[in-house]
């Protein structure tokens, strides 16, 4: 009995190696898209007002019930 948690934290340490680890990544990976965004937005913006077009309209912001489809309503037959 001596052993078992040694057992389980040994089985235990790869799982939560491997997961801190895909966690990592895929924050770098969505920050780095984020900034990439932003900048691609400060370029365009920059630029757009080098040839002397007006800056980019924003879209409006939509509710997520918005987003949705409104449902069909079936009609007896």
Request: hydrophobic share 45%; proline share 12%.
């Amino acid at each position: 009995m001596e052993n078992w948690w040694a057992n389980a934290l040994w089985s235990l340490t790869p799982s939560v190696i491997i997961g801190a680890f895909f966690w990592f990544v895929i924050r770098a990976i969505s920050r780095a898209d984020r900034t990439e965004r932003r900048v691609y937005k400060q370029i365009e913006a920059e630029e757009r007002a080098k040839a002397g077009l007006p800056p980019k309209q924003q879209p409006p912001a939509q509710s997520p019930a918005a987003a949705e489809p409104a449902p069909v309503e079936e009609t007896p037959e």
